[in-house]
């Protein structure tokens, strides 16, 4: 009978020493030294998911992830990608994407200029506020801390300019790529493509965080712009004619194919492989 005890008892203790516990958080073998946080811009909607993404990303961001991991394998793919779940809203009539350089046009639209900008604002902080929640809810369930890579298009560049300032006084910014910014300066070294331009509305929705961006190190941050947009080009002509093709230059980025989305590429893998 005590044979039997004893056996049992060293069966246990046997199981319950050598049985792995449950793991509770990853490892840091299992961690990626840089996970990407995207955010679409306004009135987008899901994109269809892809590296597993949830899709949250939009379709501009999906297709630059898309062209980057087509030219330079595994780089996106190995990557955790939290993309900000928030309203993307602002809902400018005739406009399907993205937003008007409202200064300029506000005096033009039914909706009154208030209301527009309220909307963005508030979508903007919900993002803001969606963006902390997702990225401390990732480190938490996996145990890992790494590096962010940020890219925002249009409303997306206003929810993380924040947090590219905050990532950096971390040194956590492994990068940030915002194109089509209704916070870009003139005269920005850090822009590929139309650098003599800035936003209309810079002023209305964040000059300080489009200051403190250009302060960063100009190798960890890109603006991209394209020279027809008056999102971050502004001129009434530019203006005039987005609003005459609903926007099409603006909605172009990485859906339509120029020879910049190389260099965009090319960065994003930079940054993605340099920690």
Request: overall charge negative.
């Amino acid at each position: 009978m005590l044979r039997k005890i004893l056996t049992t008892l060293l069966t246990f203790l046997s199981a319950t020493t050598l049985a792995p516990a449950a793991a509770t958080a990853a490892s840091p073998t299992q961690c990626a030294p840089v996970a990407i946080v995207a955010a679409r811009g306004s009135d987008q909607d899901r994109s269809p998911s892809q590296f597993g993404s949830t899709g949250w990303e939009g379709e501009n961001i999906a297709a630059l992830l898309a062209t980057t991991e087509a030219t330079y394998p595994g780089t996106v793919s190995s990557a955790p990608i939290i993309a900000v779940d928030y309203p993307a809203a602002l809902g400018l009539p005739n406009a399907s994407k993205g937003e008007l350089s409202l200064a300029f046009f506000a005096p033009l639209m039914p909706d009154p200029f208030g209301a527009i900008l309220g909307r963005f604002t508030d979508s903007v902080n919900v993002g803001r506020s969606a963006a902390t929640e997702q990225i401390a809810a990732y480190e938490q369930s996996t145990g890992c801390h790494p590096a962010y890579v940020f890219i925002g298009y249009s409303q997306g560049a206003v929810v993380l300019a924040p947090f590219a300032v905050d990532y950096a006084n971390q040194n956590r910014l492994a990068g940030a790529i915002f194109f089509g910014n209704p916070l870009q300066r003139r005269g920005d070294t850090s822009t590929i493509g139309a650098r003599e331009g800035e936003s209309a509305a810079i002023d209305l929705l964040g000059a300080h965080y489009a200051d403190t961006l250009r302060s960063l190190d100009p190798t960890k941050r890109l603006n991209y712009c394209l020279t027809g947009d008056p999102i971050c080009n502004f001129t009434p002509q530019n203006a005039a004619t987005e609003l005459g093709n609903g926007l099409a230059t603006h909605a172009s980025y990485f859906l339509t194919t120029r020879p910049e989305d190389a260099l965009i590429a090319d960065r994003l893998r930079g940054y993605l492989t340099a920690a």
